[in-house]
């Protein structure tokens, strides 16, 4: 930890000197530990205090009794779904100087590019046409990429549709729904979240406008003086104006937000515990905590060296006690992973607390379609193709989710949580989740995928809550017969 005087320090929501004495807490005793493991599983979160106190672990035998419980968890809230997106990059002209990001100001080697509105939609194009109904719309900070850019690209992704399948279902039914006038199935964007540097609320209540998702902006790094040093220059060197940019968010209207920090900057006690009380303050002030909490690793950059280096690397051990216990601490609150990670770690993470993965993913303008990444903003570990990962996944038993039926419902915010704390949510999830996923089979899998993803559903379709498997079979049955689209 770095020190310094920093006068912000003591003029924000978080408590410093808190979070630097939790982070340094011997392991709890035997009884104290099973304590909160045995509170964990009533399924109402952990104090941060607790949280500290397992992060703290270090012995094999326990951190393995931390990652059965968060396996646990994980499963009674979401059991085996998986919701699958793809990032888009719109542009990686940066004015920030990020010591860790290949789109840095000061990187020579990149190559550097904003993709026009046919390129946008032609990237849109690609996703759909490998299966994608989620995209995570991501640029540089810079004025190349103006709020009323976004606000363009945002409705060129909406605007784009491609056609799928026969003009008849495979049982020779006409399609009723999800079709154009001609009769053919359509596929379209059915959700557009952002990552964007932080907006004004005026802005925030554009991006609602614009029929957005979750608004998701990471920290880095939640200690002052350590943030300071990674960020020297560039709006994004203000650590206060981006720290408050969820309050702000949420003023303008944005229902679910998303946190993260970029583990390898500082010790990850402390930013586990940073983003835990940036969830607690987000519910004490507005009611409801943030949607989804991110978590990637710093990794490779060309032209930014000390990513080659990270001051605080993160083991793959520690890696998975942090998920756990960000999976325990928060349990209704989705856990983002990207394509950062290699696909063996990936595999074991989903069981730990990972409830949102990215597939596919090209981390460069205009990087799908193309076989070169020159300006890429970091390395992937994981180069599967969204079919080869769903592939994995169904091997795995998990479903592979597309679903965006809680947004287009309105469930989303405090109306989501209030599902989802009593555990209503799972009414809608699991049957959303596998209607989806037959329309992927159907629409754009291969032979073999398709058949071994029709048993797994045929399997899993009788844990759905009672009450809603008339609307299953229903729903499951039009959506082989051509209809698309179909949720709770």
Known sequence: ????????????????????????????????????LQKARKLR???TEEAALLLACTEAESVQLLLETARWVKNEIYGKRLVLFAPLYTSNYCTNDCLYCGFRRSNTLVHRRRLSSEEIAQQTRILLEQ????????????????????????????????????????HGVSPTRGVDEDGARTARIRRINVELAPLEVEGYRALKKAQIGTYVCFQETYDPELYQVMHPSGPKADYRYRL?????????????VGIGALFGLGPYRYEVLGLLEHARHLEKVFGCGPHTVSVPRVEPAVGAPLSQNPPAPVSDRDFKKLIAVIRIALPYTGIILSTREKPELREELFAYGV????AGSKTDPGGYGSHEEEASQFAL???????????????????????????????????????AKPGLIKEFCLPNGLVTFAEYLYDFASYAI???????????????????????????????????????
């Open 1 to 36: 930890m770095l020190v310094a005087q920093n006068p912000q320090r003591t003029k924000t929501f978080l408590d410093y000197g808190k979070l630097e004495e939790l982070s340094r807490l011997d392991p709890p005793s035997e009884s104290e530990f099973f304590r909160i």
């Open 45 to 47: 979160g952990l104090t």
């Open 131 to 170: 299966g994608h109904k989620r995209i995570l719309l991501i640029a540089g900070e810079s004025d190349a990429q103006s709020l009323s850019y976004t606000l363009d690209a945002i409705r060129t992704c909406y605007g784009v549709t491609i056609e799928v399948g026969n003009r008849k279902g495979i």
């Open 244 to 256: 408050y940019c969820m309050d702000r968010a949420m003023e303008g209207g944005i229902d679910d």
């Open 355 to 358: 409830s949102q993965i990215s």
């Open 381 to 419: 570990g994981d180069h599967r193709t969204l079919a080869e990962v769903i592939d994995s996944l169904i091997d795995d038993g998990y479903i592979p989710s597309f679903c965006t039926g809680c947004y287009r419902r309105g469930r989303v915010g405090a109306d989501f949580m209030d599902l």
């Open 450 to 488: 398709r058949a071994k993803g029709l048993r797994l559903i045929e399997s899993l379709k009788e844990e759905a809550p009672s009450k809603v498997r008339p609307f299953l079979e229903d729903a499951l049955r039009r959506t082989a017969n051509g209809e698309r689209d179909l949720y709770l």
